[in-house]
């Protein structure tokens, strides 16, 4: 813009784009000085935090953001002058980094986004591990990433079945959608059962005031539901013994749970899936991950008639994006375009590589009676699902882990994903998330 374009006070004529303040202006022309670490004062991401011996300090994170801090990292030490202390004081802090904030969706229980968590700020309370900064893809690489392993909770959630309802499928079968609320977040939590001898016991609980008509609506009846029915708890029974003492007008609900309980015993242990929430790859045919898949597999294996006696249970967990939220995921696959992978990409936005909890999916199946030595087989390639699963006093015992193998391996790529993302995927689950994956 020419000078004449300019109004006579000198400022910008109104076609011109509003004048926004810069991200930083240095208070001073003089040149920055360097402490006796030979680091500037603008120099961003704590270049001069200490490790826990004090003897060493980590090297700066991320490039300065002007040239005039870039002069002064590249020439000699300056002396300071006695100023120096009051001038840092007064100056204005640095700019924010360009990543994103650390953004804490509502929070799953076990884990949580926090301060101790922020590989790339850490809190400036705790001593700074100088081997856990990972500012961007090159020390990503370099540094061999330890497993993420998921929290274990000290007592479990308290969780209720609010509803039930029967939905048949596309495939022709059938299974039963239970909603929960909890304690400890404002997520709503889903079962899928299949078969009929799996039971919520919140559910099934009486409420004071409800008539039976409020019990069928919230799914706490027994049997198959039809116009006319009165009676919750008259229907199909689980047994002939459970039947007749129905037919006669004697239901007793503690003969029915022993019948249930000497049934559970004498059944195979029910599979088990515990799914987090993935609407991309469930919802908008995502082939960055196999998540889909995965959900679809297991509804198939426990749709199976040598599944219908034992039943059947997917735990939904609302924890996309592994703990961090969608929002935070879509930054993650932009990362990924960058050349990150799933892994590096999580560290980058400042949250776990896997910020997941399962202490809920223990409290649900415990409340679906699959508690105790009657076991669970798991359908999981991930070998630490299996300990935080099983509860922090072995609530649920896992009998089996059952491999989840994916669907274009199985066929030799005739069926199934086919991307060179999900392949990446796969491989970062392999490497850095050590999934027992294999393709036999």
């Given at each position: 813009?020419?000078?004449?374009?300019?109004?006579?006070?000198?400022?910008?004529?109104?076609?011109?784009?509003?004048?926004?303040?810069?991200?930083?202006?240095?208070?001073?022309?003089?040149?920055?000085?360097?402490?006796?670490?030979?680091?500037?004062?603008?120099?961003?991401?704590?270049?001069?935090?200490?490790?826990?011996?004090?003897?060493?300090?980590?090297?700066?994170?991320?490039?300065?953001?002007?040239?005039?801090?870039?002069?002064?990292?590249?020439?000699?030490?300056?002396?300071?002058?006695?100023?120096?202390?009051?001038?840092?004081?007064?100056?204005?802090?640095p700019p924010p980094s360009l990543l994103s904030p650390a953004v804490t969706p509502p929070v799953t229980p076990g884990e949580t986004t926090s301060a101790h968590t922020n590989l790339l700020h850490p809190s400036p309370s705790a001593p700074s591990d100088t081997t856990?900064?990972?500012?961007?893809?090159?020390?990503?690489?370099?540094?061999?990433?330890?497993?993420?392993?998921?929290?274990?909770?000290?007592?479990?959630?308290?969780?209720?079945?609010?509803?039930?309802?029967?939905?048949?499928?596309?495939?022709?079968?059938?299974?039963?959608?239970?909603?929960?609320?909890?304690?400890?977040?404002?997520?709503?939590?889903?079962?899928?059962?299949?078969?009929?001898?799996?039971?919520?016991?919140?559910?099934?609980?009486?409420?004071?005031?409800?008539?039976?008509?409020?019990?069928m609506i919230r799914g706490a009846y027994v049997g198959t539901l039809y116009p006319g029915r009165t009676s919750s708890r008259t229907g199909e029974g689980s047994s002939a013994a459970v039947g007749q003492r129905q037919q006669q007008g004697e239901y007793d609900d503690?003969?029915?749970?022993?019948?249930?309980?000497?049934?559970?015993?004498?059944?195979?242990?029910?599979?088990?899936?515990?799914?987090?929430?993935?609407?991309?790859?469930?919802?908008?045919?995502?082939?960055?991950?196999d998540c889909g898949e995965q959900l679809d597999e297991a509804a198939r294996l426990m749709s199976l008639p040598s599944a219908a006696s034992s039943g059947g249970v997917i735990v939904y967990l609302r924890q996309e994006g592994r703990g961090i939220g969608l929002s935070?995921?879509?930054?993650?696959?932009?990362?990924?375009?960058?050349?990150?992978?799933?892994?590096?990409?999580?560290?980058?936005?400042?949250?776990?590589?896997?910020?997941?909890?399962?202490?809920?999916?223990?409290?649900?199946?415990?409340?679906?009676?699959?508690?105790?030595?009657?076991?669970?087989?798991?359908?999981?390639?991930?070998?630490?699902?299996?300990?935080?699963?099983?509860?922090?006093?072995?609530?649920?015992?896992?009998?089996?882990?059952?491999?989840?193998?994916?669907?274009?391996?199985?066929?030799?790529?005739?069926?199934?994903?086919?991307?060179?993302?999900?392949?990446?995927?796969?491989?970062?689950?392999?490497?850095?998330?050590?999934?027992?994956?294999?393709?036999?």
């Amino acid at each position: 813009m020419t000078a004449s374009s300019s109004t006579a006070d000198g400022s910008l004529p109104a076609h011109a784009s509003p004048a926004f303040p810069p991200l930083y202006s240095p208070p001073n022309s003089r040149p920055q000085q360097l402490d006796e670490y030979g680091v500037s004062d603008l120099q961003l991401n704590g270049a001069r935090a200490k490790s826990p011996n004090h003897d060493t300090f980590a090297a700066p994170t991320s490039a300065p953001y002007n040239t005039a801090t870039t002069h002064a990292l590249s020439t000699s030490s300056l002396p300071a002058d006695s100023s120096a202390a009051a001038d840092a004081e007064s100056r204005p802090p640095p700019p924010p980094s360009l990543l994103s904030p650390a953004v804490t969706p509502p929070v799953t229980p076990g884990e949580t986004t926090s301060a101790h968590t922020n590989l790339l700020h850490p809190s400036p309370s705790a001593p700074s591990d100088t081997t856990a900064e990972l500012p961007h893809q090159h020390s990503l690489r370099q540094r061999r990433p330890s497993k993420p392993r998921p929290r274990l909770l000290e007592t479990l959630p308290e969780v209720n079945c609010v509803v039930r309802a029967r939905i048949p499928t596309t495939t022709g079968q059938e299974m039963f959608l239970h909603l929960y609320t909890n304690n400890v977040d404002g997520k709503e939590h889903l079962a899928i059962v299949f078969g009929g001898n799996i039971r919520s016991r919140s559910l099934d609980a009486e409420r004071p005031g409800e008539t039976e008509l409020d019990r069928m609506i919230r799914g706490a009846y027994v049997g198959t539901l039809y116009p006319g029915r009165t009676s919750s708890r008259t229907g199909e029974g689980s047994s002939a013994a459970v039947g007749q003492r129905q037919q006669q007008g004697e239901y007793d609900d503690d003969a029915a749970q022993a019948v249930r309980e000497q049934e559970v015993q004498e059944r195979q242990a029910p599979l088990v899936r515990i799914h987090s929430e993935c609407y991309t790859g469930e919802t908008v045919w995502s082939a960055r991950c196999d998540c889909g898949e995965q959900l679809d597999e297991a509804a198939r294996l426990m749709s199976l008639p040598s599944a219908a006696s034992s039943g059947g249970v997917i735990v939904y967990l609302r924890q996309e994006g592994r703990g961090i939220g969608l929002s935070e995921k879509l930054k993650a696959y932009n990362l990924q375009d960058l050349g990150s992978d799933t892994y590096e990409a999580n560290l980058l936005l400042r949250h776990p590589a896997d910020a997941r909890s399962y202490g809920l999916a223990t409290a649900m199946l415990l409340d679906l009676g699959l508690g105790g030595d009657q076991g669970i087989r798991l359908l999981t390639n991930n070998p630490d699902k299996v300990s935080a699963v099983e509860g922090p006093n072995r609530e649920v015992v896992v009998k089996e882990r059952v491999p989840m193998v994916p669907l274009a391996w199985r066929t030799g790529g005739k069926e199934g994903i086919k991307s060179q993302e999900v392949e990446r995927y796969l491989s970062t689950k392999i490497e850095k998330f050590k999934h027992m994956l294999n393709a036999a």
